[in-house]
């Protein structure tokens, strides 16, 4: 079910994990949209977060780095990440500023939903 | 009254330039023109005048005004000149511009007040209404003049507004280098004369000179100052003065850039006496003003012998008339101006000038009225002045005194004033983006605003990445307020403690004195310390420290009891900063909030597509934010798809340029805030040129993005564009930067792999 969580930022849940969609340009402003609907995602109970880049055609670097600081954060809460359906050039532009090092990249949404199942069964250590 | 009204039959008669071509000081001309009215009679305007502001134009063009109205207001516009040299022979050519100009405005004809006319061939041009009481003037003139009473004839010659008989016009007088009245030779000091004379007349005048001379004389003259308004004449605004340069250039067909003109109005600071001579200069030179080269070569050629020159090296013969203590004088002013204490006695000025107490006072006095110095009687503070005034001064230094090669100065001087101006350009873009900050801060008046609106924390976790429509109405519908002061005074953190001129810019920490309910009582009293600090990110804990510690050290040094310290970062603070915050009782707000508050408290993408003259040649303007680096981005993949790129490799253009714009946008403090794109087809390339106006970012000066770059989270965006494009290159620009990025059709070197098209 999506949750309106904000005008453009559409989600759902699957068990514990949040999906999140990004939108077609992840700049300054969306990137900002996503990170509060993540915040808010993992608040609620969520143990996992996927964003699925489907519908994204460009990212610049401003996005790239709320990305990281959304990383930062699941880490913290002690909550996998993946990212879904990102597209060749996206994949490239992670791999340049090192995104790629702390993120899984899974082909579709399913892909990475199934990857996360496995953590899930997965006690969090503290 | 309006007294900007162009028509076809205005007609120019004292006026150096034409009405319209007479920019910057509209409001001061509406204030003549106020004076000039019945209900001023009596009354007298001081001009204040701020050296090299310039005043003469301005009272020529309310002379015109007044004679094209043809009221029963007779203008009357009269300069002392430094060709008069007593008290007396000025005042006869008062006397005499007097009557010629009244005669020519009764008879409405302006030739004659330009006419050079003796005093009898003007009587027989007086209207048969004036010809007897003209005649018993002139008669009265001739007995005096041959009087041994200089003071009486003085008195006599300048009182002759006063004997128009009612119902012939109501004279109204502008003087115009009355700093000069005071220097003339004789018994009689013609200043004092004027104030006394023309303070118990019943017609109005104004009296125009420099600020710190003024005021003197008209305390020595014991005028009736609840009879005297004061009219502050200080040099022009930036805008102002930008259209001064653009009207002058264009009438002495000198031809400027953009870039030149703003250069040239901060480097003179707006003087409207310095861009004109300047601009004359080029005029004269037949040189155009494009670069910065152009217009410091015409300012170092100027400096050592053209008008700038002649114009310090007459007032410095004035201060000082013999050449041996000229010299001494310009050491000492030069070495007390770049010696770390300015400041210094009297005494020690007359030892080192080798001067009698009442010779140094005449010098110090002099000094001090042209601002080349602050002197109070006591000490001496030298290093004040214009810019201009500064590198003449260590022109003749060096040349005069420490006798070095002409040609070695001259290139100096190239060198300095060259390398000056991109700093001189960079402090005035700063001081642009860092003015929202203080004038927000001078808006306090007892406003209520939402409280969350100083707390960072909680405005990022309601409104974070939240659309504005969202934002505005959370914020309506906010129930905690804070009620702001009234701030009744403003400074820089510096202008209190000079220490903090080196850890920060000076509009960046500001300091301001408050009252809670404009309330003005002890305990209401509170100083707003509020510090701009520059992070890409939010801002972590040490940061916040090292700024509530150095404001707290500030305020216990400067005794402030109760301050309220408040900082701002672009993109507001880490949860531990603002639980420190929180704890030294400090707030803290991102630029958004700024943004959201000065709403409070206060107050279209439109891209033009041209295609040049170059056939494949686009040019194109967005203004900046607003995400328009898209509207770029995609005019160049409509461009890279015309020359069959493949789709990743346009994704990487349509990336690069995302990421030049950004860059434009975010460190270049532009002053138009627009981006230059410019796209060039060719067979095997597209060649990008994305252009800013602003100053050049440290990072961005050619140097490569290094891994400690990388290990930054942002900043990334110069890496990204090298990475992206085959070939990445700063155009060397005056102003702001030019980044010039090419992506070939097929790959030029085989080295970047990711980069196919």
């Known amino acids: ?126 | 009254m309006n007294s900007r009204s162009p028509s076809e039959n205005f007609r120019r008669i004292l006026g150096r330039v034409v009405q319209q071509d007479f920019v910057g000081r509209a409001s001061e001309l509406d204030r003549i023109m106020v004076q000039a009215e019945p209900t001023n009679a009596g009354r007298g305007l001081l001009l204040l005048m701020e050296p090299s502001a310039g005043v003469s134009e301005l009272l020529r063009q309310a002379y015109d005004q007044l004679f094209n109205q043809h009221s029963d207001v007779i203008p009357i516009y009269f300069a002392i000149t430094p060709n008069e040299t007593t008290a007396v022979s000025a005042a006869i050519e008062f006397l005499n511009t007097f009557v010629q100009q009244y005669i020519a405005f009764r008879r409405n004809e302006p030739v004659v007040s330009n006419a050079p006319l003796t005093l009898q061939e003007l009587l027989e041009l007086a209207l048969p209404a004036d010809l007897e009481w003209i005649e018993q003037l002139i008669e009265s003139y001739n007995r005096l003049r041959f009087g041994n009473d200089d003071k009486a004839l003085v008195r006599f010659c300048l009182g002759a507004p006063q004997r128009v008989p009612s119902g012939r016009g109501r004279p109204f007088v502008m003087v115009d280098g009355s700093q000069l009245a005071e220097y003339l030779n004789g018994a009689v000091v013609l200043g004092t004369e004027i104030l006394r004379v023309f303070g118990r007349g019943s017609f109005s005048f104004v009296l125009a000179g420099l600020r710190r001379q003024i005021l003197e004389a008209a305390h020595d003259a014991k005028c009736d100052f609840e009879l005297l308004d004061t009219l502050r004449l200080e040099q022009l605004e930036t805008s102002e003065a930008a259209k001064l340069v653009e009207h002058v250039a264009r009438r002495q067909q000198v031809t400027t850039s953009e870039i030149a003109r703003d250069l040239l109005v901060q480097q003179f600071a707006g003087s409207p006496f310095f861009i004109n001579i300047f601009l004359q200069a080029a005029r004269e030179k037949h040189t155009s003003l494009i670069s910065y080269l152009d217009c410091q070569r015409l300012y170092v050629d100027e400096l050592f012998g053209g008008h700038i020159h002649r114009h310090f090296a007459d007032l410095l013969e004035e201060i000082s008339p013999r050449l041996d203590t000229r010299h001494l004088l310009i050491r000492l002013l030069w070495e007390a101006a770049a010696g770390e204490d300015q400041v210094s006695s009297f005494e020690v000025w007359r030892k080192r000038l080798h001067m009698g107490a009442s010779e140094l006072e005449d010098v110090l006095h002099r000094l001090h009225v042209q601002e080349f110095i602050n002197w109070d009687g006591a000490t001496v503070e030298a290093g004040a002045g214009p810019q201009a005034w500064k590198d003449y001064l260590k022109i003749r230094y060096r040349l005069d005194v420490l006798n070095e090669p002409r040609a070695l100065v001259v290139a100096d001087m190239l060198a300095d004033s060259l390398k000056r101006a991109p700093h001189t350009m960079a402090r005035h873009y700063k001081q642009i983006a860092d003015a929202g900050l203080r004038d927000l801060i001078s808006r306090f008046n007892c406003q209520r605003v939402p409280a969350v609106l100083f707390d960072y924390q909680s405005f990022s976790s309601k409104y974070k990445g939240a659309e504005s429509d969202t934002v505005v109405s959370g914020l309506a519908a906010e129930t905690e307020f804070v009620k702001l002061p009234q701030t009744v005074h403003l400074a820089s953190c510096a202008a209190f403690f000079s220490d903090m001129r080196q850890l920060c810019e000076e509009d960046h920490c500001l300091v301001a004195h408050t009252f809670e309910e404009g309330s003005y009582a002890d305990a209401q009293q509170v100083i707003w310390l509020a510090a701009d600090i520059k992070s890409k990110l939010e801002v972590d804990v040490e940061v916040a420290r090292a700024w509530c510690d150095r404001l707290e050290n500030m305020a216990e040094r400067l005794s402030f009891s109760r301050f309220q310290i408040w900082l701002i970062s672009n993109e507001g603070f880490s949860d531990s900063a603002f639980r420190l915050l929180e704890r030294r009782k400090a707030f803290g707000s991102s630029r958004q909030q700024l943004g959201l508050l000065a709403a409070r408290v206060g107050d279209t993408v439109v891209s033009d597509i041209v295609q040049t003259s170059e056939r494949d040649e686009f040019l194109m303007v967005v203004p900046m934010g607003e995400d328009n680096e898209l509207i770029a981005a995609n005019t160049a993949e409509q461009i890279a798809k015309r020359l069959t790129f493949r789709p990743e490799a346009i994704n990487q253009i349509k990336t690069a340029i995302v990421e030049a714009c950004i860059n434009a946008s975010e460190h270049s403090f532009s002053p138009d805030r627009k981006i230059y794109q410019r796209f060039r087809v060719e067979s095997d390339r597209l060649v990008i040129t994305i252009s800013s106006r602003g100053i050049v970012p440290a990072n961005l000066n050619g140097a490569n993005s290094g891994s400690e770059a990388a290990e930054e989270r942002r900043g990334w965006g110069l890496k990204l564009i090298r990475t992206l494009m085959d070939e990445v290159e700063f155009e060397r620009v005056d102003d702001g930067t030019s980044l010039r990025m090419t992506k070939y059709l097929r790959p030029q070197k085989s080295t970047k792999g990711a980069n196919e098209s």
Not at chain 1, 24 to 40: A, M, S
């Open chain 1, 1 to 126: 079910m999506d949750t309106p969580s904000g005008k453009l930022v559409r989600s759902h849940c699957v068990g514990t994990t949040a999906v999140v969609y990004a939108s077609d340009y992840l700049n300054k402003l969306t990137g900002e949209k996503i990170e509060r609907e993540c915040r808010r995602q993992l608040n609620c109970g969520c143990r996992a977060l996927v964003i699925d880049f489907s519908d994204t055609k460009l990212v610049n670097s401003i996005g790239v780095s709320i990305l990281l600081g959304i990383i930062d954060v699941a880490e913290k809460c002690g909550a996998r990440i993946a990212f879904s359906e990102v597209n060749n050039e996206t994949v490239q532009l992670f791999e340049m500023l090192g995104l790629t090092r702390h993120v899984v990249l899974a082909k579709d949404e399913r892909e990475a939903l199934m990857n996360l199942s496995h953590y899930e069964t997965t006690p969090i250590v503290h």
